[in-house]
Nanobody
Framework: QVQLVESGGGLVQAGGSLRLSCAAS?????????????MGWFRRIPGKEREFVAS????????SYADSVQGRFTMSRDNAKNTVYLQMNSLKPEDTAEYYC??????????????????WGQGTQVTVSS
């Protein structure tokens, strides 16, 4: 089983920046590990369904973003460190949410749906004050 642990959340003023990290460990039953996983970030805003934020392919060559974060957030990965990152700039109060890291061995590209991901972290809270 692949385990994912997020970190880096916190309280920040509007206009500020945060960088979230997601560290992966373990392997699937058939031996696949972090470099074999496409990765995604999702968030749950209070009172709403969990929504897609960003995704990155196994090599990092393909990235996708939700319209609401395009141009402000950047997702990256370091396969040597088994870690993905979400750099969040120009934060807005509406970015306040629990942020979740997700992994997929299903061969997805630009995965924007929860069902495309098999592994999930516990989440990290981001609060943006106005």
């Amino acid at each position: 089983q692949v385990q994912l642990v997020e970190s880096g959340g916190g309280l920040v003023q509007a206009g500020g920046s945060l960088r979230l990290s997601c560290a992966a460990s373990g392997r699937t039953f058939d031996g696949r590990t972090f470099p074999d996983c496409a990765m995604g970030w999702f968030r749950r805003i209070p009172g709403k369904e969990r929504e897609f934020v960003a995704s990155i392919s196994r090599t990092g060559a393909i990235r996708s973003y939700a319209d609401s974060v395009q141009g402000r957030f950047t997702m990256s990965r370091d396969n040597a460190k088994n870690t993905v990152y979400l750099q969040m700039n120009s934060l807005k109060p509406e970015d306040t949410a629990e942020y979740y890291c997700a992994g997929s061995t299903k061969g997805v590209v630009r995965g924007k749906n929860e069902y495309e991901y098999e592994f999930w972290g516990q989440g990290t809270q981001v609060t943006v004050s106005s």
